[in-house]
């Protein structure tokens, strides 16, 4: 299986709601990344989980808060969105975060809508 | 100062040309690590080639070549033949060091290849 899976595909949501996006590997992978994307931009980078424990958060505002339960899964809770958040989300994972050589499988994404 | 610099946003072919994708890079490591990234609409990211600072051997793969010239920090991407599938976003990225596994990604090309 050399995947990444996330669900939802698309989700709406208003600046008042809580959800969550949610990303799953089965690679054995044990870094795991959050990224960003606006439309004709290249992904920015949020989170960067290595080994379950959070090792890199880029600046990003407390409304998003990342969770790994576990080594396959990660997690991205969303809550008090702005509509400027209303971007294509990405989960990716890698052998490991601790080497600078490891290309990073992606996920096809969560496009989400902030209304 | 941006890392990666891809100056070309938009280029369209008609099925069968060549077309170079340019990619120069910005890094003052000596061991550092370069991607390509190929988006297709769907969104998901999809790994192409991974090159390292030691290895300036050009690759081919069917009908995608690599260029890696360090003396001008360029690692250009040709596909051969273009066909309408090829039609994508294409990201390069970069990844220094013996550090974290963090990727620096070029603002990407679009390709348009028409029939």
């Known amino acids: 299986d050399t995947e990444v899976t996330q669900t939802p595909k698309h989700l709406v949501m208003g600046m008042t709601n809580k959800k969550s996006l949610k990303c799953e590997q089965h690679?054995?992978?044990?870094?795991m990344y959050w990224y960003k994307q606006k439309a004709k931009k290249p992904p920015e980078l949020m989170f960067v989980?290595?080994?379950?424990?959070?090792?890199i958060n880029e600046s990003v505002p407390s409304r998003f808060s990342p969770e790994c339960p576990n080594s396959s899964l990660l997690n991205l809770h969303l809550h008090a969105l702005q509509p400027e958040d209303s971007a294509l989300y990405l989960c990716?994972?890698?052998?490991?975060?601790?080497?600078?050589?490891?290309?990073?499988?992606f996920g096809p994404g969560t496009r989400l809508t902030v209304l | 100062a941006q890392k990666v610099t891809q100056a070309q946003t938009e280029i369209s072919v008609v099925e069968k040309e060549d077309v170079t994708l340019d990619c120069v890079y910005e890094?003052?490591?000596?061991?550092?690590?370069l991607f390509w990234y190929k988006q297709p609409p769907s969104g998901e990211l999809v790994f192409l080639i991974r090159?390292?600072?030691?290895?300036?051997q050009n690759e081919i793969s069917g009908r995608y070549s690599w260029n890696f010239q360090k003396s001008t920090s360029s690692f250009n991407f040709t596909i051969t033949a273009s066909q309408v599938v090829d039609s994508a976003v294409y990201f390069c990225?970069?990844?220094?060091?013996?550090?974290?596994?963090?990727?620096?990604f070029g603002s990407g090309t679009k390709l348009n290849v028409k029939p």
């Open positions: 990716a994972s890698s052998h490991s975060a601790a080497v600078s050589y490891n290309e990073q499988f």
């Open positions: 989980y290595s080994y379950e424990k959070l090792s």
């Open positions: 090159r390292n600072s030691f290895d300036e």
């Open positions: 890094t003052r490591d000596t061991t550092y690590y």
């Open positions: 990225a970069l990844s220094e060091g013996y550090n974290f596994n963090k990727f620096y």
């Open positions: 690679m054995g992978h044990r870094a």
